[in-house]
């Protein structure tokens, strides 16, 4: 799932995980219905919310293993001790909470959420406020779920986080799913090459091109010209701009992404809603 910020992805997802009732819709979930068996679904999904849920004061340790309690897990020490081991916390796993940097937290709140083995893991905003390596070391880690067969529900900021992740995705704009699909599906949905422009007069430019391309968008005065072919396409397009006396600052030909399918079907970029970058 793909949201942006203030628009209801943590309220949807904390409807889904039975902490808040919905007014209105139904839902199944692990294949219980939300409204009728709770208890059921609860027993059945892992929940890490955006702010992680970890203490400062208590250990690792003995939060995972309260956690398993709670869950009602046979052997909880022993469901604490594999999920520590699993998400490499062993060696910190006795140490107040408040001494473990930000990345060791978000692996401690998803082994919270793992420790009774759910089959279904809800992750809000994973990775928001990590570095780079963090993140990039706990992609690998919902890799590693996902390959070994837990179905996770993922909400975040990134759209390459998005593209990198998702089996498939959805965009959700003022509560309607705008987009909804693979994320190969979506790009070539819009189209299979991007060639950027910077331009005097974009607008003059856009109405230009616009007989040549599937699209033509202006983005804070970047003009962003949709084709299935860039390579063949690209010498038309810069002869109608010779053409029309259009004079090119800058131009770019790639791929399609999802930041292209996100301004596509929302007609604003991501930075305009006001999500980190």
């Given at each position: 799932?793909?949201?942006?910020p203030?628009?209801?992805?943590?309220?949807?997802?904390?409807?889904?995980?039975t902490?808040?009732?919905?007014?209105?819709?139904?839902?199944t979930i692990?294949?219980?219905d939300?409204?009728?068996?709770?208890?059921?679904?609860?027993?059945?999904?892992?929940y890490?919310?955006?702010?992680?849920?970890?203490e400062e004061?208590?250990?690792?340790?003995?939060?995972?293993?309260?956690?398993?309690?709670?869950?009602?897990?046979?052997?909880?020490?022993e469901?604490?001790?594999?999920?520590?081991?699993r998400?490499?916390?062993?060696?910190?796993?006795?140490?107040?909470?408040?001494?473990?940097?930000?990345?060791?937290?978000?692996?401690?709140?998803?082994?919270?959420?793992?420790?009774?083995?759910?089959?279904?893991?809800?992750?809000?905003?994973p990775?928001?406020?990590?570095?780079?390596?963090n993140?990039a070391?706990?992609?690998d880690?919902?890799?590693e779920?996902?390959e070994?067969?837990?179905?996770?529900?993922?909400?975040?900021?990134?759209?390459?986080?998005?593209?990198?992740?998702?089996?498939?995705?959805a965009?959700?704009?003022?509560?309607?799913?705008?987009?909804?699909?693979?994320p190969?599906?979506?790009?070539?949905?819009?189209s299979?090459?991007?060639?950027?422009?910077?331009?005097?007069?974009?607008?003059?430019?856009a109405?230009?091109?616009?007989?040549?391309?599937?699209?033509?968008?202006?983005d804070?005065?970047?003009?962003?010209?949709?084709?299935?072919?860039?390579e063949?396409?690209?010498?038309?397009?810069l002869?109608?701009?010779q053409e029309?006396?259009?004079?090119?600052?800058?131009?770019?030909?790639?791929r399609?992404?999802?930041?292209?399918?996100?301004?596509?079907?929302?007609?604003?970029?991501?930075?305009?809603?006001?999500?980190?970058?």
């Open positions: 799932m793909r949201q942006i203030g628009l209801g992805k943590t309220t949807t997802i904390r409807m889904l995980a902490l808040i009732r919905p007014d209105a819709g139904t839902a692990a294949g219980h939300l409204l009728k068996e709770p208890g059921a679904i609860r027993a059945a999904l892992g890490v919310s955006q702010a992680g849920g970890v004061q208590d250990s690792p340790r003995a939060q995972v293993t309260f956690a398993a309690r709670l869950y009602g897990v046979a052997d909880p020490s469901a604490a001790g594999r999920v520590l081991k998400f490499d916390l062993a060696e910190i796993a006795d140490r107040p909470g408040r001494t473990l940097s930000g990345g060791q937290k978000r692996r401690v709140a998803i082994a919270l959420g793992l420790v009774h083995l759910p089959p279904l893991l809800f992750l809000d905003q990775t928001t406020g990590l570095d780079p390596q993140r070391n706990l992609w880690r919902i890799r779920l996902r070994q067969g837990t179905s996770v529900l993922l909400s975040t900021h990134y759209l390459e986080e998005a593209d990198a992740l998702c089996d498939r995705l965009i959700v704009d003022h509560g309607v799913v705008v987009a909804e699909g693979t190969a599906e979506l790009k070539r949905e819009v299979g090459d991007v060639v950027t422009l910077r331009l005097d007069e974009p607008e003059r430019a109405a230009a091109l616009a007989p040549l391309a599937k699209d033509a968008r202006l804070e005065g970047v003009l962003r010209v949709y084709v299935d072919d860039g063949h396409t690209l010498p038309a397009l002869r109608e701009l029309q006396g259009l004079a090119i600052a800058s131009i770019a030909l790639d399609a992404t999802l930041d292209d399918v996100f301004l596509a079907k929302t007609g604003r970029s991501l930075r305009d809603t006001g999500a980190a970058a």
